[in-house]
């Protein structure tokens, strides 16, 4: 069975500083893969996808990630972090079959402090 | 363009007394259709989905129920509520067969006492 490891529970950083958070994942086939952002109270948006092609993808809001097939990671970045980044960040993966479940990360909460 | 709703968004029901949660989706048709529960640091729990009116799959043995009335809702029930049903419950539609990406409802509040 597919899953995702998100290592770290909660990241501090500054504004204006880059940032990673890192998404491995274990699964049989070429992954399809997803971060998606939470703010407190609120559903989830998705960020990126990564499908195939490119390894490196860009998303919404200045973010982008990139596909390493062998290291099993995608991890997500972002050059310059701003105060509104501050939300719970997930990773996630595409299972196999006509229903498209997502297998999701215990999420990493991001805070950003000026 | 596709929207998601759900409500209420905030519930707080006694022990014992049932629950139903409704989602709807907008601008789409024949959606797959999902219910997640969300626990502090244990990140989204799938709980159902459903594939089309009436089909509905089950991911954890529990108190809740689903059903799909109409193409585009999706309800949450249970008879007879638990305290551990409490929890943030989310909505999620994604496009028919394998179109992954998921697109989520804003989420309902459920406190159970």
């Known amino acids: 069975a597919q899953s995702v490891t998100q290592p770290d529970i909660h990241i501090t950083v500054s504004e204006g500083a880059s940032l990673e958070l890192r998404c491995n994942y274990s699964y049989g086939a070429t992954p399809y893969l997803f971060w998606y952002v939470q703010s407190p109270g609120q559903g989830l948006q998705l960020l990126l996808k990564y499908f195939s092609g490119d390894t490196l993808v860009q998303g919404i809001k200045g973010f982008e990630a990139e596909f390493k097939r062998s290291q099993s990671s995608f991890n997500l970045r972002k050059p310059s972090v701003h105060w509104s980044d501050a939300a719970e960040y997930f990773c996630?993966?595409?299972?196999?079959?006509?229903?498209?479940?997502?297998?999701f990360g215990t999420g990493t909460r991001l805070q950003v402090t000026l | 363009s596709q929207t998601i709703h759900q409500w209420p968004a905030t519930l707080v029901q006694p022990v014992g007394s049932p629950l139903s949660l409704e989602c709807t989706v907008e601008g789409t048709s024949n959606p797959n259709l999902y219910w997640y529960r969300q626990a502090a640091g244990r990140g989204l729990q799938l709980l159902f989905y459903s594939v089309g009116i009436g089909q509905i799959s089950s991911e954890v043995p529990q108190n809740l129920s689903a059903s799909r009335p109409q193409d585009r809702q999706f309800i949450l029930s249970s008879k007879k509520l638990l305290l551990s049903d409490s929890g943030f419950y989310l909505c999620?539609?994604?496009?028919?067969?394998?179109?992954?990406?998921?697109?989520f409802g804003p989420g309902t509040r459920l406190t159970v006492t």
């Open positions: 996630a993966v595409g299972e196999g079959g006509t229903a498209s479940k997502l297998t």
């Open positions: 999620a539609w994604s496009g028919p067969g394998r179109s992954y990406e998921q697109y």
